[in-house]
């Protein structure tokens, strides 16, 4: 399969990163079915489960939806088409060569794994060329982080707290920033499929932005 093409600046294949908490797998579900097997960008995934608990979410994910879905290992390039989730009690990052690292530095609000280092060093490898996803959850995680993206010139979408299992991830990042899009879960895959396809002026008139 391809990898990403990762000279800053360069890149003509966005990265999606998406951070999840309480409700977060039922969110992933409905967010990635609407994704196609052949989706042309990397998907990278913080979704915060227990440290000590059984590596599950992958394969739940990867049998209900039609990427593949795995968990992500350090030194591996990321591949188009292809849904990778953070180990649990580690922090997955992109290191400036654009693979994937996994780290166990200390805890970012209150969470390893965390959105914010993701979001952020996806950020410094791919510049605009980032798309974030802000869904249900507790505290604030991936706020800051969606901030970054923002500023970079890239997309920041956030789940309508409203219905969200948990709003509070939601909520902080709304605060924090001005995210693009504020949309139902359900809304959120066929618009990444148009942001990434490079139909970026045509997303925005659909959602009237």
Do not use: W
Request: aromatic content about 4%; overall charge negative; glycine content about 10%.
């Amino acid at each position: 399969m391809p990898v990403l093409n990762r000279a800053v600046g360069q890149s003509r294949s966005p990265i999606v990163v998406i951070a999840a908490s309480s409700g977060g797998l039922e969110a992933l579900f409905q967010l990635c079915r609407l994704l196609p097997a052949n989706f042309p960008a990397a998907v990278l995934v913080v979704l915060h489960t227990s440290p000590i608990g059984p590596k599950l979410a992958a394969g739940i994910l990867d049998s209900k939806i039609a990427m593949p879905v795995s968990y992500a290992h350090s030194g591996e390039e990321p591949q188009l088409g292809h849904v990778y989730l953070a180990p649990p009690d580690h922090h997955l990052v992109l290191s400036a060569d654009g693979r994937m690292s996994l780290n166990k530095e200390p805890k970012v609000h209150h969470s390893r794994p965390a959105a914010n280092p993701l979001f952020e060093s996806a950020v410094a490898v791919y510049g605009s060329h980032v798309i974030g996803v802000v869904l249900t959850g507790g505290d604030s995680d991936g706020a800051d982080g969606l901030r970054s993206i923002t500023g970079a010139g890239g997309v920041g979408i956030v789940q309508c707290p409203s219905e969200a299992y948990d709003p509070s991830m939601p909520i902080a990042t709304m605060k924090e920033d001005h995210p693009q899009y504020i949309l139902p879960v359900e809304e959120i895959g066929p618009l990444l499929s148009k942001l990434v396809s490079g139909s970026r002026r045509e997303a925005l008139e659909v959602h009237g932005r």
